[in-house]
Every structure is written in C-alpha cells, then in structure tokens.
C-alpha cells in the first residue's frame, strides 16, 4: 500500500503547488498528517502565545489523481483514521466564539487509551475521529489551510469521518487533494477554536462520480447527503446551503422550486460545522428518503 509522508506540507490550497505524489483512481492509500500546530505543542508549557500560528493547518499534500480532469468530480472515502497517542487543546484570551472568558493561556495536553481520551482523571470521552481540512485546488489563487470554501478546506465538519465520502467539484487537472488537522473529537461549532488537535494517518480512496455537477462539497453517510457552505456570514451561508440543495431535490425529484422548498422544510435539518474561522461552515443534511442519490447530468 502506498503511504504519503507528511515531508510535503503545504500551508494554502493553490494551483501553483506541484504535487508530492500521485494515486492511482480507486486505489488505497495511507497519508500522514501533523496536528494543526505543525507539532509545536507537545507539553503544558507551550502555549498558543508563544507559537508560529503561520503554519498552522499544514496539510499534506498536493496528492494528484490520476486520471482526473478539471471540470469533473471525485468522491474520496474515509476508511479509516489512525491516532497519535495524545491530542491537545488549547485556551488563550481572544480563541473561539468566547474568548472573552478565558484571562490566561493554557495547555491541556490529553492521552488516548483504549478508544477514549482520558480529559480528566474522572472524565474520559469517547473517540469520535475526524478531518478537519480536506480540499482540493481551487481554480485560481491562494486559499490559506485555515480557511475553508466551495474547494473545501478548513470545513471543520465532524462528518468527514470513517465510514463517509466526500465529493468534490475538480478544478485542476489531477484535482490535487490534501488533508490535516485531525480531531480525535470535536462537537459542532468547533467553539472554543480547538477540538482535541491530534496527529494521524488517514486511509483513504479516491473514484470519479461521473456526470455530477458540484458547485461546492458534499458529504455522503450512510442516511443522508450534507451539502456543506462556507462564507463570511450566517446569514449568506445559510441561504448558499438552502439554495443548493433546494436545486438538487428539484433536480433529483423533478419538483418544481416552491416544491422543492417546501420538501427542504418538511425534512431537512441545517447544522452549524464551526463558527471560528475567518468563514463559517454551515452543512444542509438531506435525507436519502427524500434524495436517494446526487442527481447526475448525463
């Protein structure tokens, strides 16, 4: 099986970076990620002050698909995610929707045994592992790591974990995927800034969904499809989310828009990813009750 290193970071989504490998379509592989402080945290006395935040959100990559061409989209599965034994968050005046409690940074760093995450000595929390940047190259320009879009990025969504897929439109030859800021943990909104930041390997495979036509990521359960929108506000995110997936119900039943509407409505469930970072991901969770399948163009 081949295994990406984490020796090839970037630190923005772009297509002027080369890729660091390449994968075979529907091939295996393994990919090593550090945590989203590039490993500059490993004891209490570092803390978030005192830290190079520049290369925050490293991810490993551009990992080129072969065969993959501009203008489709992929489907990447999550197989599985190996841990590093600890993970670590962070506190510091200013950090998540409520920095204004916190007066002092802190350090907590937490191990991992037996499929927990000892927080305390009386409160362990289950595993719930997770991605938090997966992309792809945008067409143009530079997107920081830390900041997520319709490429993907910095969703910060606790479904891009084991057991889904997320598809994404392709908008370079080779669709340059790259991937870090794993989560052992992390609840919606990501609300102190940090879920427990951890190192890992992800195993993953990547296929073509021929003849879909995405305009921005789609997370796929085994229940339902999450049509995930980052922007500025709650406000324009919110209505991106509806707009899309009030299109692709309309499309996928053949319901004119009010219908649509309404069956969005009658169903399905917005769900806030995070509200940190410099835009805010909100993701439309559709039931495959009401839609089965992406509806295809061709």
């Known amino acids: 099986m081949k295994r990406i290193g984490s020796e090839g970071l970037i630190y923005a989504f772009s297509p002027a970076n080369e890729p660091v490998a390449s994968v ?17 945290i490993r004891s209490e006395n570092v803390l978030r002050p005192q830290i190079d935040t520049t290369i925050m959100d490293a991810s490993t990559g551009p990992i080129a698909v072969r065969g993959v061409k501009a203008g489709e989209a992929i489907k990447v599965r999550i197989h599985d ?12 005046p200013g950090l998540g929707s409520r920095g204004d409690l916190i007066e002092e940074a802190e350090t907590k760093i937490i191990p991992l045994c037996r499929g927990e995450a000892l927080f305390s000595e009386t409160l362990r929390l ?3 592992p997770m991605i938090g940047v997966l992309g792809v190259s945008p067409a143009k320009g530079s997107v920081h790591c830390a900041v997520p879009g319709d490429h993907g990025g910095n969703m910060d969504t606790k479904d891009v974990r084991p057991g889904n897929s997320v598809y994404f439109p392709v908008f370079v030859d080779g669709a340059n995927l790259a991937l870090g800021d794993f989560h052992a ?36 359960t085994p229940r339902s499809f999450m049509i995930v929108a980052s922007e500025e506000s709650f406000d324009a995110c919110s209505k991106r989310a509806v707009k899309e997936s009030v299109e692709m119900i309309a499309d996928f039943r053949r319901l004119s828009t009010p219908d649509a509407y309404r069956l969005l409505s009658a169903t399905c469930d917005l769900r806030i990813s995070q509200i940190v970072n410099e835009k805010i991901t909100l993701r439309m969770v559709i039931p495959k009750t009401v839609m089965a399948e992406l509806p295809r163009s061709v």
């Not at 390997?201 to 995405?214: I, N, Q």
């Open 24 to 40: 075979e379509l529907d091939e295996t592989f393994l990919v090593e990620c550090p945590d989203c402080y590039s490993g500059q």
């Open 81 to 92: 995610l190996f841990l590093d034994s600890q993970g670590v968050m962070v506190t510091s």
């Open 126 to 128: 289950p595993l719930a």
């Open 185 to 220: 943990c992390m609840g919606d909104g990501e609300l102190s800034g940090t879920g427990i930041e951890i190192a890992g390997e992800a195993l993953l495979s990547v296929s073509k969904a021929p003849g879909l036509s995405l305009a921005l990521p789609v997370i796929e």
